[in-house]
């Protein structure tokens, strides 16, 4: 049984996301450090590199995932993986998983 790296936290936060070819919204379902699931009526293929913008509510500006990578997609949902984020969006994530834990 393989395990996660992350604990991953159910939300439903609007979301964002952009690729060279692709360019969407979705509904991100769960989220953890190491990526999320997005459920979208684009279709998404695994291995599409793209850029994310995660709406937090009662916030001012999305976290912005500079990179991910789809790890997986099935039907209308699909799976990333957090790629880089700048030091700053990577602070917000922390505080927000850490929060959403909480």
């Known amino acids: 049984m393989q395990r996660r790296k992350y604990l991953r936290i159910l ?8 690729g060279e070819q692709i360019e969407g919204q979705g509904k991100l379902m769960d989220l953890s450090l190491g ?3 997005i459920a979208s009526d684009i279709a998404v293929a695994t ?4 850029e994310l913008r995660v709406f937090v509510p009662d916030t001012d500006c999305p976290v912005r995932i500079d990179q991910a990578r789809v790890r997986w997609a099935r039907g209308r ?9 700048e030091a700053e969006d990577l602070a917000r994530l922390r505080q927000l998983v850490k929060d959403l834990q909480q």
């Open 11 to 18: 939300v439903e936060f609007r979301s964002t996301f952009s």
């Open 35 to 37: 990526g999320c699931r």
């Open 47 to 50: 291995g599409t590199a793209l």
């Open 77 to 85: 949902a699909w799976g990333a993986e957090f790629i880089h984020l």
